[in-house]
Structures are given as structure tokens and as C-alpha cells.
């Protein structure tokens, strides 16, 4: 049985490379049912890569999977990461190719992680424009309940229950700017009780795999349970663009963009 993946971004989210274990390394066509599952539009003839540790954030809590790439140490990456799920159970598969089809890896054996920067970077910008879009629904309107986060590069948006309308595009514009503006720190800390965090939404994406649970807070305003991947402060994020508030089955989203885009 192979053990639960050390996610090392949950303590540090700066690491673009690491040295780690390759623990299995199997053709996708052997995974069981449930792993195939999660390897959805990964070709068949791919491979999934189990190491002790990740720096590779894995799909999930509205923000999409790292890329990248793995090869053996002080040699040239073989291996490229199209995709990274995690388990039900904690292992995070890295789905991807050989860049040499014959080519392979060997439990035991020592490996490089390389993660696509610029890629992260856009990612954490973009989610951590929506704690800035929630933060700001939050200082304008406590009681508004959020049900849903998409940080999904061009379908960005904060969901909410009930109706929110057109006039207050300007007025969240502004918050957030604001608070783009006032170059908060995003801060990291770590709940030991599972009770402390309740039913708060979002809790089970930040646990680790020692059951402490994940928050994320800027500059102390808000507290949320988390484990995607931030900027350190909110200046760095750029400028956040509401586009627009769209309302559907008693229901308001939030939709919302940053620049400069990925490549800048
Ligand atoms: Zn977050």
C-alpha cells in the first residue's frame, strides 16, 4: 500500500523544484477504476507518478493542477506533468509522458519536481484574487453567505446565495481595489482541532495529512480554510477586474479577472 503524499506546498508555496522518492510508477491502464476516474482526458497510454512528496498542487478547491516536470537527479527532465489528482486516501498522481516512451522510473529511485512558474504564479494570483473579491463581500456584506470559489483561468467568479445586483459592481470594484492597494500579507496558519474549523466550507481541502486544517488570512480580516496556492501580499496579485454579477437560481455570481495575464 503506498503511503499518503507529503503536499510540502501546503508549508512552503515558494518551491518551484525538489528532490524526492518515487514511490510507483505505473501505466494508467493498470490504476484501479476510482484512479482512472480522476485521469479524465489524460490519454490512455500515459503513466501516473506516486512520490513520498509533491510541490505540485493537485486539482481541486476551484483551482486547477500544477504542470511540470520529473527526472532523475543531475539529468534532464524525462517526465512531463500534464495533470496532478489526489486521492480520496492522500497519494497525489502525477499523470503525464515520457518524453522517450521507453523510458521509465523505479520505486526507490531519487527525483527532481520542476514546476511550471510561470503557470503557479498566474494560478496564485488568480485565487488569491478571490479571497480578495470574498474579502471584500464580506467588509460590504457580512451576512451574504458564499456557496461556491472558481479560480479557473477565464471563469473566474465568487458565488453567493441570494440576489446581488448590477449597482454594486462599482462598489466591490472599489473595496477591492482597496484592499489590492493597502499591500496586505496573505497569512498561512494551521487549526490542530478538526473541531475548531466545524462545518466551514472548504476545510477539507485544507487538511494535511496529519488532520490539521489549512487557513488563509489576509492581513488578519478573514479567516478561511484552504489549500491552494497564494501570493504574499495582495499588491502582488495586480488588479483585479470585476466583470461582472450574474444571477441564477437564487444565486449571485461574482465574476471576476486579474492583469496582467499569464505571461507578463
Ligand atoms: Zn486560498
Known sequence: MVPRTEA???????????????????SITSLSEEEKGLAKNVPAEDNAIIMRQTIFYAQGGGQPSDTGAIGPVDQDSTFEVSLVRKTP?????HFGKFLDASSSFVAGQ?????VDDSK????SRLHTAGHIVGLAMQLLMPDKKKVKANHFPGEAS????GLLYNELKPVIQEKVDELVRLDLPI???WLQLDAQVGDMKGAEEGRSLDGRTRIASIGGLDHNPCGGTHVARTSLVGSVV?????RQKGTSRVSYDI???IDA
Open 110 to 114: 531519487p527525483v527532481v519536481q520542476k
Open 158 to 161: 465568487m458565488e453567493y446565495e
Open 120 to 123: 503557479r504564479n498566474y494560478h
Open 259 to 261: 492583469s496582467p495575464g
Open 242 to 246: 470585476i466583470r461582472k454579477i450574474s
Open 187 to 189: 497569512l498561512i496558519s
Open 89 to 93: 486516501d492522500g497519494r497525489f498522481l
Open 8 to 26: 510540502v506546498y501546503l508549508d512552503d508555496a515558494t518551491l518551484r523544484t525538489l528532490t524526492t522518492e518515487v514511490l510507483s510508477c505505473q
